[in-house]
C-alpha cells in the first residue's frame, strides 16, 4: 500500500487545465523532494518532473509542479489528446529508507 | 546516447529462481544510481530498491527485504534483479531505471523498456 495518495482520475476537454494532488506526510514529502513521472498506455515511465518543480529538457512548459507541505501538485494547461495517461508522483521516504510512488492518478481527455 | 537494455521476457514456474539484466551504456555506470520499479498486471508503480554501482551501497523497500537482492557488474555496466525462489505473485513488468542525481531519492530519468516476469505453474 503506497504513502503517496492521488485521486485515481481526473479529466478535463482539450485546451482546459487539469490539476491533482499527491498527498503524503513529514517523512516523504514533507522533507524530500518529489518527482512526478508521466506513463503512457503500453510504455515505460517518463519523468516529467523533478525536484517538486523542475522540468527536464524536452518536456512541454504545459506541465507544472508544486509542493506545499506535505502535498505536491502536478498541473496541465493546454490539455492534449496525447496527455492521456497514467501520472505517478514519487519522493523518498526517510522513515522507510527508500522512494515511493503514489497510487496513481490516470488522466482522461474527453 | 544514454540507453539502459533490460533481458527478455521470462516464464517461470513457482519456486524457480531468476536473475533478470539492466545493460546500461551511453554514461559512466560508477556515477549514478540504478533502480528496479515493478508493475503487476494493471496495477501501479512500485519502487523495489536502488544501487549505486560505484561502491554497491544498495537500498531497498522493506516490501521487498528478503525477497529479491539487487546486485552490479561494473566490468560489463550491468544491473541485476534475482529471486531465488519465484511465486505466482510476483507476476510484473520490472523496468531497471537511472537516477538523476547523487541522492538516491532522485528522479529516474532514463528507463528500460521492461522486462516482462510471468510465473505459472
Known amino acids: 500500500q503506497s504513502v503517496l495518495t492521488q485521486p485515481p482520475s481526473a479529466s478535463g476537454t482539450p485546451g482546459q487545465r487539469v490539476t491533482f494532488s499527491c498527498s503524503g506526510s513529514?517523512?516523504?514529502?514533507?522533507?524530500?523532494?518529489v518527482n512526478w513521472y508521466q506513463q503512457l498506455p503500453g510504455t515505460a515511465p517518463k519523468l516529467l518532473i523533478y525536484?517538486?518543480?523542475q522540468r527536464p529538457s524536452g518536456v512541454p512548459d504545459r506541465f507544472s509542479g508544486s509542493k506545499s507541505g506535505t502535498s505536491a501538485s502536478l498541473a496541465i494547461s493546454g490539455l492534449q489528446s496525447e496527455d492521456e495517461a497514467d501520472y505517478y508522483c514519487?519522493?523518498?521516504?526517510?522513515?522507510?529508507?527508500?522512494?515511493?510512488f503514489g497510487t496513481g492518478t490516470e488522466v482522461a481527455v474527453l | 546516447e544514454v540507453q539502459l537494455v533490460q533481458s527478455g521476457a521470462e516464464v517461470k514456474k513457482p519456486g524457480e529462481s531468476l536473475k533478470i539484466s539492466c545493460k546500461v551504456s551511453?554514461?559512466?555506470?560508477?556515477?549514478?544510481?540504478i533502480g528496479w520499479v515493478r508493475q503487476m498486471p494493471g496495477k501501479g508503480l512500485e519502487w523495489m530498491g536502488i544501487?549505486?554501482?560505484?561502491?554497491?551501497?544498495?537500498r531497498k523497500s522493506p516490501s521487498f527485504q528478503g525477497q529479491v537482492t539487487i546486485s552490479a557488474d561494473k566490468s560489463i555496466k550491468t544491473a541485476y534483479l534475482q529471486w531465488s525462489s519465484l511465486k505466482a505473485s510476483d507476476t510484473a513488468i520490472y523496468y531497471c531505471?537511472?537516477?538523476?542525481?547523487?541522492?538516491?531519492?532522485?528522479?529516474?530519468?532514463?528507463w528500460g523498456h521492461g522486462t516482462l516476469v510471468t510465473v505459472s505453474s
Open positions: 551511453g554514461y559512466t555506470f560508477t556515477n549514478y544510481w
Open positions: 531505471a537511472r537516477g538523476s542525481g547523487w541522492f538516491p531519492g532522485a528522479g529516474f530519468d532514463y
Open positions: 525536484n517538486d518543480d
Open positions: 514519487a519522493a523518498w521516504d526517510d522513515s522507510l529508507n527508500g522512494s515511493v
Open positions: 513529514s517523512s516523504n514529502i514533507g522533507s524530500n523532494t
Open positions: 544501487i549505486y554501482p560505484g561502491d554497491s551501497d544498495t
